[in-house]
Every structure is written in C-alpha cells, then in structure tokens.
C-alpha cells in the first residue's frame, strides 16, 4: 500500500521559482528514502535530489538552486526550486524505497522502488 502522487508542476520562466510537491503513501514504522528524478525525451531518467536519514543529497547541476524537504506530519516531500533554467524542463518524478542510501547510492535510480505518475515542469524564456 504504497503510493506517491507529485503536484505543483507546470510553466515557469527562467530565473523563477517552483515548488513541487509528493504526497506519499508510504508503510508504517519503515524507514524510506524519498528523491526527485526527471527526464527529457529520449533520455534517461536523471537523479535530482534525495533525502534519507534526515540528510539530503543533490545532483551537482542543482545544488545551490534547488532544496529537498521532508514533511512527516503530512506524510509528504517537497523540491523548492530556484533560479530555474531552460535545462531543467523535463518530466519530474517522486521516488521512494525503504532504506536508505549514501552520496553516491541515491543517484542510482535502480534503487526506488515506488515511483509517481510525473508531472511536467516547462521552463520558458
């Protein structure tokens, strides 16, 4: 009974800001790593952000812009993103699995077991 819904895509000018927003689904008493990935036509799914055991990890063309948060009260993981470019216009995916990972093992997409539908974030200029 595990589920993850994204909200809060959409268009966005360049140098903006967005929030996105997963409202998870997720088992009791589990510990679970929950993340961000996005893909563009044609290419594959790409790591953004993570957060697991109360530390967050960023792909390195999003830190300083963009903000991984956890809100366990209502059940749910965010992405604040900031000064936003023309290459960040892609498909944006709320992952989960139980456990956790490090710096490296939570840009390996093969680890997230539950995935969201997407929601699509378009960056104009």
């Known amino acids: 009974q595990v589920s993850l819904v994204e909200s809060g895509g959409g268009l966005v000018q360049a140098g903006g800001s967005q929030n996105l927003s997963c409202a998870a689904s997720?088992?009791?008493?589990?510990?679970?790593?929950l993340g961000w990935f996005r893909q563009i036509p044609g290419k594959e799914r790409e790591f953004v952000a993570a957060?697991?055991?109360?530390?967050?990890y960023y792909a390195d063309s999003v830190k300083g812009r963009f903000t991984i948060s956890r809100d366990d009260t209502r059940n749910s993981v965010s992405l604040q993103m900031n000064d936003m470019k023309h290459e960040d216009t892609a498909v944006y995916y709320c992952?989960?699995?139980?456990?956790?990972?490090?710096?490296?093992?939570?840009?390996?997409?093969?680890?997230?077991?539950?995935w969201g539908q997407g929601t699509q974030v378009t960056v104009s200029s």
């Open positions: 957060i697991s055991r109360g530390t967050s």
């Open positions: 997720l088992r009791t008493n589990r510990p679970y790593t």
């Open positions: 992952a989960s699995f139980e456990g956790y990972c490090t710096t490296v093992g939570c840009r390996d997409r093969r680890l997230y077991r539950y």
